[in-house]
């Protein structure tokens, strides 16, 4: 079982969740798919083998290139430009298609590696451990995230900690998923944030459940927005500072007091994986 | 000598846009015909490098001077390696921002 931990917004949960619920699940694999932010691994171990990730990038080899701009109208990232007469490849803002070398009609592009990232890795207990990391400046690590998947198999249980947002990275991360757990805070702009990934994971046809994090008043406003789309609430995180002190201190708080709020939580996503 | 300068609205007495890569129109004046021109930003609603696509455009009006309130990261880093001058505008409408510059007025960024 390979489940997603979403949410529309950064904050609200996404990583208490995934890191207590793989604590949970004996044997499970977490996959901290969060690239541009990853600390979900720092709750397991301070340290990690590196494995260095490394995507394509053109290369235009100037003395075939004619100048024909085929490649420069195909990318859509606008990743090459005109400069001065010549093809100008600006890596930060490739998102390694392929697709100029394909379009070129005098075969003037090969491709480079471009270091763009790192996957940290560790085992803890019973617990595989890996953490994409995105290297500063570059624009996406939907590579990573693609890296971090092959880390675990169908038959294995995983966790993934995904990005915020609804976002192509986020579509990589829950590609495999068969289950999304959407975390979210009960405010407007939770809830708004909320029906965004909700959009996403609806195309996508995953089973999904939320938890509402950061439990204290309002609840009623996801739980209106949850009946209404008929997906299960599987449970509710409070809003305590002792808690949230816990956590900050990268303590595992499902190993303690707060266990029974995990377990219910597992307990229920295991019965909607099933139905 | 080819001044361009990103203006919310069209013309000389617009105002400068805030924004470079996603103005709605460049003003291209050409200090040797006295004469401006008005071209459309085809780029403003691209997902992404509507800046680096504003450097081509840059390049292709053979542009000597740009004036602009601020410009991004990328944008600037090929900008830096061409001969084109960066001048930061100031509050006053397009017309006058040209003047400031001939006048030797205006701040030189980069």
Redesign the interface.
């Known amino acids: 079982m390979q489940i997603a931990v979403l949410s529309g917004k950064g904050g609200a949960g996404k990583t208490l969740l995934a890191v207590n619920l793989a604590n949970l699940i004996e044997g499970s694999t977490f996959l901290d798919c969060d690239v541009e932010e990853p600390n979900g691994i720092y709750y397991f171990s301070e340290y990690f083998i590196k494995e260095k990730v490394y995507s394509k990038i053109p290369v235009v080899d100037e003395k075939k290139c004619v100048n024909c701009n085929m490649c420069i109208d195909f990318c ?4 090459l ?4 007469g010549k093809v ?1 490849v ?1 890596p ?2 490739c998102h390694s298609c392929g697709g100029c070398q394909l379009v070129c009609p005098h075969e003037a592009i090969k491709e480079k590696d471009e270091l763009i990232g790192w996957i940290n890795q560790t085992i803890i207990n019973d617990h595989q451990i890996f953490g994409g990391e995105l290297k500063i400046g570059k ?1 996406t690590g939907v590579s990573i995230i693609e890296k971090i998947l092959q880390k675990t198999s169908d038959e294995e249980d995983s966790v993934i900690d995904c990005p915020p947002g609804n976002g192509c990275s986020v579509m990589e991360s829950i590609s495999g998923a068969d289950f999304c757990l959407l975390v979210s805070e009960p405010t407007i702009f939770g809830l708004e944030n909320l029906k965004m990934v909700y959009d996403l994971i609806k195309i996508y046809n995953k089973k999904s459940g939320i938890v509402i994090n950061k439990a204290i008043k309002n609840n009623e406003l996801i739980e209106a927005y949850a009946l209404e789309n008929n997906i299960p609430i599987l449970g509710y995180i409070p809003f305590e500072k002792e808690l949230a002190l816990l956590n900050s201190k990268l303590n595992i708080v499902s190993e303690g007091k707060y266990r029974p709020y995990f377990d219910h939580i597992l307990e229920k996503i295991r019965k909607e994986v099933l139905k | 000598m080819i001044i361009v300068i990103p203006t919310k609205e069209q013309g000389e007495k617009s105002f400068v846009s805030e924004q470079l890569g996603r103005a709605n129109y460049f003003y291209v004046y050409n200090t040797d015909k006295l004469s401006g021109e008005v071209i459309d930003n085809s ?1 403003k609603n ?5 800046g ?2 504003t ?2 455009f840059l ?2 009006q053979n542009t000597d001077i740009l004036i602009t309130p601020r410009i991004g990261e ?1 944008s600037l880093e ?1 900008l830096l ?2 001969k084109i001058k960066i001048y930061k505008s100031n509050a006053k409408i397009v017309k006058e921002n040209i003047n400031d510059f001939l006048n030797d007025e205006l701040e030189e960024l980069y």
Request: glycine share 4%; net charge positive.
């Open positions: 859509r990232y606008n990743a430009i005109d400069f001065i100008k600006l930060s803002l624009e | 780029y691209e997902r992404h490098g509507a680096v696509k450097v081509e390049l292709k990328k090929i390696e061409t």
